[in-house]
Every structure is written in structure tokens, then in C-alpha cells.
């Protein structure tokens, strides 16, 4: 089956730091990605929409200039969280869609903010 | 209100068969998912169904929607301790490829 995977699988950085986490499609071409976010105990929450080639759409309330999102090729897209606060400390997941109706989860990256 | 909506905890024990809820609120939904998620990892799709289907089956799992009334069922026949995980119900808004919306999931505890 299809794979995706995360790079880092957790991170721990001193506040006000940025950190960058990838997202690889490993089988397929992923003309879709998608950035959620889950707190412990919640459920998970879209932030963006990626599309390779073209700017990402964000959800209402996240911030576009803390969250950047990169999605250079079919099988590679990156979030960089600038600035990191401790709120900023979650369970990030990427999924990755080749168009059809499933979507691929990675193992997700959790981030600790100190 | 929340688009989709399930229990937050379910006990049973091992052998017996497990029944998880999920109603959703938009009726445009297109497909529907069951993910699965264990502590501390990733989601995993257990299986999905289209919204002009009433019933899929797959092994031990048989997805049951009422279109009517917005409700989406998980059967799990023949529990085992390793089904003990968070269970997501997620809909997809308008076609396939698009971002889903997921429940608060339901976590399972399987006694043996």
C-alpha cells in the first residue's frame, strides 16, 4: 500500500526557534497534501491545504506567516513552524493524496516547545 | 455544532464484538472513513465506504451508513486486546482528494 512518511518523528526546540517537518509520499505522486493538528485527546484539525506547485490555502485562523508550507514536488511537502511557542507544541500529521478517494497518513511529528 | 460527532469511550471484552457511532451533519459528504490510531502514532484507514453504498464489509469489520439519518457505524467481530486504540470517523466534504473532517474519536478498551 501507499506510504508516507515524517521527518522528524519528534522534536524538541527552545521558543522562538523554527522548525521545519517533511512529508514523502514514498510510492505515489501526491498532488494533494494535506497539514493537520491534534491535541492531546482531540481530535485532528485541518491547517492546510497543499497543492504541488501552487500556494497552500490555509483554515480559517492559522496564521499563513507562522505555518509556512512548501510543496515543491509530487512527493515532498514541508512545515515550518517559525518563531515556535509553546503553544505551538502538538501532534502535526500530513496526509497525502494522489486524487482518488483515500488519503494517506503519516506517522505524524511531535513537536515540544520549551 | 460539530460536523461529525462520536462517543469518546467504548469497553468490551475480548471475543465480543465492538460497535462504534459516528453521525455527521453534512449531507453532501461524499465519502466516509474509519481510521484507526494507536497511542502515540499516525493514523491507519481501516476502511471507507461511498455514501450510495449501505454496507461494506472487510473481514472482521462491517461499515453500516443510513444515509437518512446521517449515521455511520464500525462492527469490529471478534475483539482482540490489540483493537484497543482510538477510533476516527471522518467525512469528506465535497469529492475525493479533498481535506477531511474527523470526529473527537472514540477510544476502545479491549479486556481480555
Known amino acids: 500500500g501507499a506510504v508516507v512518511s515524517q521527518h522528524p518523528s519528534w522534536v524538541i526546540c527552545k521558543s522562538g526557534t523554527s522548525v521545519k517537518i517533511e512529508c514523502r509520499s514514498l510510492d505515489f505522486q501526491a498532488t494533494t497534501m494535506f497539514w493537520y493538528r491534534q491535541f492531546p485527546k482531540q481530535s485532528l484539525m485541518l491547517m492546510a491545504t497543499s497543492n504541488e506547485g501552487s500556494k497552500a490555502t490555509y483554515e480559517q485562523g492559522v496564521e499563513k506567516d507562522k505555518f509556512l508550507i512548501n510543496h515543491a514536488s509530487l512527493t515532498l511537502s514541508t512545515l515550518t513552524v517559525t518563531s515556535a511557542h509553546p503553544e505551538d507544541s502538538s501532534f502535526y500529521i500530513c496526509s497525502a493524496s494522489s486524487g482518488d478517494e483515500t488519503q494517506y497518513f503519516g506517522p505524524g511529528t511531535r513537536l515540544l516547545v520549551l | 455544532g460539530e460536523d461529525v460527532e462520536q462517543s469518546l469511550f467504548l469497553s468490551v471484552r475480548e471475543g465480543d464484538s465492538s460497535v462504534i457511532n459516528c453521525t455527521y451533519t453534512?449531507?453532501?459528504?461524499?465519502?466516509l472513513y474509519w481510521y484507526k490510531q494507536e497511542p502515540g502514532a499516525g493514523l491507519q484507514l481501516l476502511t471507507y465506504?461511498?455514501?450510495?453504498?449501505d454496507m461494506k464489509q472487510d473481514q472482521r469489520l462491517t461499515v453500516l451508513l443510513n444515509k437518512k439519518d446521517k449515521h455511520l457505524s464500525l462492527r469490529i467481530a471478534d475483539t482482540q486486546t490489540g483493537d484497543s486504540a482510538i477510533y476516527f470517523c471522518a467525512e469528506s466534504k465535497n469529492q475525493a482528494g479533498t481535506a477531511l473532517i474527523f470526529g473527537k474519536g472514540t477510544t476502545l478498551s479491549v479486556s481480555s
Open positions: 465506504i461511498f455514501s450510495n453504498m
Open positions: 453534512d449531507s453532501s459528504s461524499t465519502y
